[in-house]
């Protein structure tokens, strides 16, 4: 692999290169979607695959997202690891039944006979501007069916290595490409190896003592920005960046809560029926005699996503974190 | 009115586009205006005796199996059952058009043909009893999974196909679909992906009359659902569904087809639902007595027979004899439907993912709590 030796600078390319290497290193392994092949995609992710490999590994498809995936399955029902791109969250609606209905329940109605190892990448989440139907967060509803792995980096390391993990996966992947972070370039770890990294588990990005903010995929950098202002005020927060919300890894988010004993989850989602719920209910069950405060949530508002020009009203920001942070304080009546 | 004559329109005049041509000539693709037919016909004296004795055998263990599968669901023992009995000719072509490295996809009411190409019968009701969604392994005969949700493994079959032939195998898949599936977008989209990639697929669309209630002529307003090919660039063929001889004809070529690099084909076999949509229904609300029997009078198995008799290739004797077998089927399925299937609750949480999550090893634990628990109280 002749491109292994430079590292990608910015998310968009690190995932390019995780399809690349894949594709070099495992003949099965076929990109396909709507623009992916002669453009490199709407946002050139896959930039090059298709001069490289050839139209038949990495094909541009019918406009037709149900047909993208429901071929996929047939593909994986025959030895083939197709990774599926959705090219934007909302665009992925139309094939929720083949998503729901085969891609998830194929090796359990087979009792294991029949994995499904398809990569479904969907771009994800505001913050770029879009208009409708360009920026939602739909993580929600692939959390809710079971059979599907449901995975978001938020940086530019765990978008190589989460992707390289995805696409060897036996399983499912709805793999969610933070799109706001898709030029984002690499800057917690810039050391880091571009390794294939297991799919599961959360990893504490600064630690803290004062409270855990609970995060992924684009509210990562929020949080981010929110604990080093926090620090000013003399809250020394601690943020767990969850990378995977199914498998979910309680150990760690556990860990930090019982350490912190305070706890706010951040995510654009809705709140309402959003991952937050969940996140918040299962941390109140196995930490409550920890925690100094209920697990507060920060989440988008219970509406369709804005338009761009309303966006940053919906979108939570660093204040909005903080406020949350202060509220924890105020519960716990500090 | 043309733009100039609007009033206040400015006089515009764009250079002109290339002129358009139609990709591909419509005419080959079209169907006949009447399904295609052997029996009866003069074509029937050249075809092969020996198929027309296999098509009859299993015709007949087809039609024994649809009868044996509806008692069942009446004892309790199926939870429901879609017969396909009237439907018989058109599910053994399926199978018997296919070779044995070649792929089936069929939907709920095709279990005729999963067995026909040798599915276990019991392991072909595992779905309709209740004990598992599938159960068997599709490699073994190369069967996908029945499909409940309607024309969403249409795309699957075009997948696999696509893949097989990437990787230089001559494998055709076949799926098959009901006329009211037609109408999904699923199907659309598979017979769209199907024709651009070339795809070694042969769509099945057994038109039997009715989606559970609904009449073809509120399901489509095509001149014929083998019509819709042409749109999509692959040919249609429409076929009397009834005659198994001329659907094992229009089958065996269409596959022969895909199998030879030829491209998708669509074919529409025209027969009738005998029975109601399943055990559950009523078709007493929806369509007279006089219509059934009509169709009763166009019965693939007597089509088939009456050929066999005036050819003088069925006795009596051979008669008896596939009957016999065909009950040996029923006696056997019968008595394996009778033995109450083995389950294991801890299957639950099997086979959800490659390796369980840390929340399913905590739910699995719970059950094995309760199941003790249930054992002690015992």
């Not at chain 1, 995780?18 to 594709?23: I, L, Q, T, W």
């Not at chain 2, 015709?59 to 059952?81: F, M, S």
């Not at chain 2, 001889?245 to 070529?253: F, G, I, N, Q, R």
Request: aromatic share 6%; hydrophobic share 40%.
């Amino acid at each position: 692999m002749t491109t292994a030796a430079v590292k990608p600078a910015t998310m968009a390319q690190a995932l390019q290169r995780a399809m690349r290497d894949a594709m070099a290193q495992d003949p099965t392994v076929h990109v396909m979607g709507e623009d992916v092949g002669t453009l490199g995609g709407v946002f050139r992710v896959t930039d090059g695959l298709a001069k490289e490999f050839g139209e038949d590994r990495c094909t541009d498809t019918p406009l037709a997202e149900a047909g993208i995936l429901g071929t996929a399955v047939g593909m994986a029902m025959y030895g083939l690891r197709p990774v599926v791109e959705m090219q934007f969250d909302a665009f992925a609606y139309p094939a929720f039944e083949q998503l729901i209905s085969h891609v998830s329940r194929m090796r359990n109605r087979t009792k294991g006979a029949m994995p499904m190892p398809i990569t479904v990448r969907v771009p994800y989440g505001g913050g770029i501007g879009g208009v409708e139907h360009h920026s939602d967060s739909s993580e929600a509803y692939y959390m809710a069916t079971p059979g599907l792995h449901v995975v978001t980096p938020a940086t530019v390391d765990d978008a190589y290595g989460l992707l390289r993990a995805a696409i060897a996966s036996d399983d499912p992947v709805v793999f969610l490409e933070p799109k706001r972070l898709y030029w984002s370039k690499s800057q917690w770890s810039p050391e880091a190896p571009t390794a294939v990294e297991p799919i599961g588990r959360a990893v504490v990005r600064r630690q803290g003592r004062s409270a855990t903010l609970i995060t992924y995929g684009p509210s990562l950098p929020v949080c981010m920005e929110a604990a080093e202002a926090a620090a000013a005020e003399g809250w020394d927060l601690e943020v767990v960046d969850l990378r995977s919300l199914v498998p979910f890894d309680d150990e760690t988010v556990c860990a930090s809560v019982r350490r912190t004993g305070r706890a706010v989850v951040v995510h654009e989602s809705t709140g309402f029926g959003g991952p937050g719920g969940e996140i918040a209910a299962r941390v109140t069950e196995r930490c409550f005699h920890h925690l100094e405060a209920p697990v507060l949530r920060v989440a988008g508002f219970d509406i369709p996503y804005p338009p761009p020009m309303l966006e940053r009203h919906h979108l939570p920001g660093v204040d909005r974190v903080l406020d949350a942070v202060a509220r924890l304080q105020w519960e716990a009546g500090s | 009115m043309t733009v100039q004559e609007l009033p206040g329109a400015v006089a515009y005049r764009p250079t002109p586009p290339p002129a358009w041509k139609p990709r591909t000539d419509p005419a080959p693709l079209l169907p006949d205006p009447e399904p295609y037919r052997v029996l009866g016909t003069d074509a029937a004296a050249g075809t092969d005796p020996e198929l027309l004795l296999k098509l009859y055998a299993q015709l007949v263990r087809g039609r024994r199996y649809n009868v044996q599968a509806t008692a069942l669901t009446k004892q309790g023992r199926l939870a429901v059952y879609p017969s396909s009995t009237g439907q018989e000719a058109s599910e053994v072509a399926a199978a018997l058009a296919l070779e044995e490295r070649d792929w089936l996809f069929p939907s709920y009411r095709d279990t005729l043909a999963a067995v026909a190409r040798g599915l276990d019968p019991v392991q072909a009701l595992t779905l309709l009893r209740g004990d598992w969604h599938t159960g068997y392994d599709p490699h073994e005969h190369r069967i996908a999974p029945l499909s409940t949700p309607l024309a969403t493994q249409l795309p699957h079959a075009v997948g696999l196909a696509h893949a097989a032939r990437l990787k230089g195998d001559d494998v055709v898949a076949l799926a098959m679909v009901g006329d009211g599936g037609t109408s999904e977008g699923d199907f659309h989209e598979a017979l769209n992906f199907a024709a651009v990639w070339q795809a070694p697929v042969v769509f099945l669309v057994q038109n039997n009359g009715f989606a559970i209630s609904v009449p073809l002529a509120k399901q489509t307003a095509a001149p014929s659902l083998a019509h819709k090919a042409v749109g999509y660039g692959m040919p249609g063929r429409l076929v009397d569904g009834n005659d198994a001889a001329a659907m094992h004809e229009v089958l065996s070529d269409a596959v022969d087809r895909a199998r030879r690099g030829g491209g998708p084909t669509l074919i529409e076999a025209v027969t009738y639902r005998i029975e109601a949509h399943t055990n559950a229904d009523d078709a007493t609300r929806y369509r007279g007595d006089a219509e059934v029997e009509a169709w009763r009078a166009h019965d693939p198995i007597r089509l088939l027979e009456r050929e066999l008799t005036e050819r003088g290739l069925l006795d009596d004797e051979a008669r008896e004899s596939v009957a016999a077998s065909a009950e040996t089927m029923a006696a056997d399925l019968r008595e394996r439907m009778n033995a109450e299937p083995v389950l294991q609750p801890m299957d639950l949480f099997e086979h959800v993912y490659a390796e369980q999550t840390s929340q399913l090893r905590e739910q699995a634990a719970q059950l094995r709590a309760e199941l003790d628990a249930e054992g002690e109280a015992r």
